[in-house]
């Protein structure tokens, strides 16, 4: 089963390669294994993590076993095994439940893989079947609007509704507050808003 595969892949290539003290609070998620389950490149695979503790051990592990890359107050990025790695730093989540992929903007994101294995989110699949851009919880409505224009790129559609909910929460949006309009830049010089969802 495709699912399966994908478990494995992830569970083999980073969980199960960390240090032992730290695998159960750390999980991959997001847009990796999207792009996992569709046989697409990734660009990327965010690791998040339990708590502070951990995102420091987890930071020293990739610089001594990897090639550390630029880091910021959100993100440290690293190549581990061949692959780009971000550490998504000060945002921590309990891997035992589905907090982390709650709080992701799109159902096209929403899949994790700890220790204990895959949990997706309501219409995770049927997202991916159909490459339909549906609302899950908009907290960073210029994150959100960047990232779907991202995935209209890769062929998926963004609904009326989708468009509708976007475009309300644009409205809150305090242009003159730099929390909520502050760009910051990928290591490879892309421009990205402030504010991870």
């Not at 090639?67 to 959100?74: L, P, V």
Request: charged share 25%; net charge negative; with cysteine.
């Amino acid at each position: 089963m495709l699912s399966e595969k994908v478990t494995f892949y992830f569970t083999e290539f980073i969980i199960n390669k960390l240090p032992e003290d730290i695998r159960e609070r750390v999980a991959v998620a997001g847009g990796c294994i999207r792009d996992k389950m569709l046989d697409t490149e990734i660009k990327d695979i965010d690791i998040f993590v339990q708590d502070a503790e951990t995102e420091s051990k987890l930071m020293d592990f990739l610089k001594s076993n990897g090639k550390e890359g630029i880091q910021n107050s959100q993100l440290a990025n690293y190549t581990y095994n061949g692959k780009w790695v971000q550490v998504i730093r000060a945002k921590y989540y309990d891997m035992k439940t589905t907090e982390l992929i709650d709080s992701f903007d799109f159902t096209l994101t929403m899949a994790m893989i700890t220790s204990d294995g895959l949990k997706v989110g309501p219409n995770f699949f049927e997202a991916l079947a159909t490459k339909h851009i549906r609302v899950n919880k908009i907290t960073f409505p210029l994150s959100s609007l960047e990232r779907m224009q991202k995935y209209i790129k890769k062929g998926y559609i963004a609904c009326n509704g989708t468009m509708l909910e976007l475009t309300k929460a644009l409205q809150t949006v305090d242009l003159s507050n730099k929390e909520q309009n502050s760009l910051e830049f990928y290591s490879d010089g892309t421009p990205r808003f402030l504010g991870v969802d």
